[in-house]
């Protein structure tokens, strides 16, 4: 399959997304945080091991950055793909992969340009990567991807929690307040180390080092998934540990950990 370059498929919006993404690439582990990693409950890799006689299916990691799912995939699908408009992210993830990358079909490209996949997907994951900024392009996205899958298949995202951003508000605020600060202080303390100047909450976007990403609530996972024709869209949780990529977290063991979304949904 081809390859097509990102400066001739783009939009110029998404073109600088795919560069920014890409200039990140090279120290995206120092920036991000693998989903993989130990201590991470996800329903992920268990439902992956469910699904029966994996080498007769095709499976594509959609948005596959760097590639920490890769080496789950390679060996027991019978055909992986893996696409991310990002070159900078797919010569990562080769790299990473080694002798097994020939094993991989790399795609360099944008998800919606999925239309040579039509009905050849049994499986579809998206890990943190249906993040496009504008809405329209997630819609038309998930559309692409439904229409790229088999009737029988099934997709399973993870969606970056904007509800788990206002839980951490909440616990800081409450912390700050029992620790005797005034309302206005215990406000700018749960923003600061919230990270709020990071974020638009009204419409769930992240944005840091040029790159602009959107947080997902669950009412609209539902919402989106249900627009673009999946049915039985089921939602669960991604749970992570409490560890200090969560400011304060010394202090919050004892609460019900931080979230992503995880959704499973048929075409
Ligand atoms: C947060 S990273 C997640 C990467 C990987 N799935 C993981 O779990 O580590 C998001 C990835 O999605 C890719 N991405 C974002 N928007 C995309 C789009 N419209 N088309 C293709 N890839 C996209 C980015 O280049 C990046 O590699």
């Known amino acids: 399959m081809s390859e097509l370059p990102i400066n001739k498929v783009l939009p110029p919006a998404d073109r600088d997304q795919g560069r920014a993404w890409s200039r990140q690439a090279a120290r995206y582990g120092d920036l991000f945080l693998d989903p993989f990693r130990p201590g991470v409950e996800s329903p992920l890799l268990p439902a992956l091991a469910d699904l029966p006689r994996p080498e007769t299916l095709t499976v594509a990691d959609l948005g596959c950055g760097i590639g920490p799912l890769l080496p789950d995939l390679v060996g027991k699908f019978g055909r992986v793909i893996a696409v991310d408009f990002a070159p900078g992210m797919i010569a990562k993830a080769k790299k990473r992969l080694g002798k097994e990358a020939a094993k991989v079909e790399f795609l360099a ?37 439904r229409a790229a899958m088999k009737p029988d298949g099934v997709f399973y995202a993870v969606l970056p929690a904007m509800d788990a951003i206002h839980y951490h508000t909440m616990i800081l605020h409450d912390q700050a307040l029992d620790r005797g ?4 202080e215990a406000e700018r303390h749960a923003a600061f180390h919230a990270e709020h100047h990071f974020y638009d909450f009204a419409l769930g976007r992240f944005g840091f080092l040029g790159l602009r990403q959107k947080f997902w609530q669950p009412f609209e996972a539902r ?36 979230w992503d979304w995880f959704v499973k949904a048929r075409p």
Not at 130 to 141: A, F, H, L, N
Not at 181 to 184: A, G, I, N, S, V
Request: charged residues 25%; proline residues 6%.
């Open 109 to 145: 490209r944008p998800m919606f340009e999925l239309d040579d996949l039509a009905g050849q997907l049994d499986v579809a994951i998206a890990v943190n990567s249906i993040v496009m900024p504008d809405v329209r392009d997630i819609d038309r996205t998930l559309s692409a991807i």
């Open 181 to 184: 600060l005034e309302p206005e």
């Open 223 to 258: 919402h989106r998934f249900a627009k673009a024709g999946f049915r039985e869209v089921e939602l669960s949780q991604v749970l992570y540990p409490w560890d200090d990529s969560i400011a304060g977290f010394q202090d919050f063991t004892h609460l019900p950990k931080s």
